[in-house]
């Protein structure tokens, strides 16, 4: 069973690309990480939220690498000083 998430971001108007910039970054790290399987950085067409997505081949992997995303300065819950509200976060599995 696969484990993913998505997760909606609200970066200031003024931070929007450097916030865009950030996600990728951090997508880069993902990708080498044992039981990755997705990555993605999206933009709603009014640029008022970045969605992020992720899937890895288990709970444990995501985890693992979240840790790696943490040592980078992205977390998975709370407020960056780039953000305007709190995050949306939501967790999947797969069936």
Same mark, same amino acid.
């Given at each position: 069973m696969s484990f993913?998430?998505?997760a909606f971001h609200y970066p200031a108007p003024e931070?929007?690309?450097e916030f865009v910039r950030d996600c990728h970054q951090v997508?880069? #790290?993902a990708r080498r990480q044992p039981g990755f399987l997705s990555v993605g950085v999206?933009?709603?067409p009014d640029g008022s939220a970045v969605v992020t997505t992720g899937a890895y081949e288990s709970k444990e992997a995501f985890l693992a690498a979240a840790e790696v995303g943490r040592e980078m300065? #992205?977390?998975p819950d709370g407020l960056s000083e780039l953000e305007v509200r709190p995050r949306e976060v939501h967790f999947l599995?797969?069936?």
């Open positions: 993913g998430f998505v931070h929007l690309e997508a880069e #790290a999206w933009v709603t300065g #992205a977390t599995v797969s069936r």
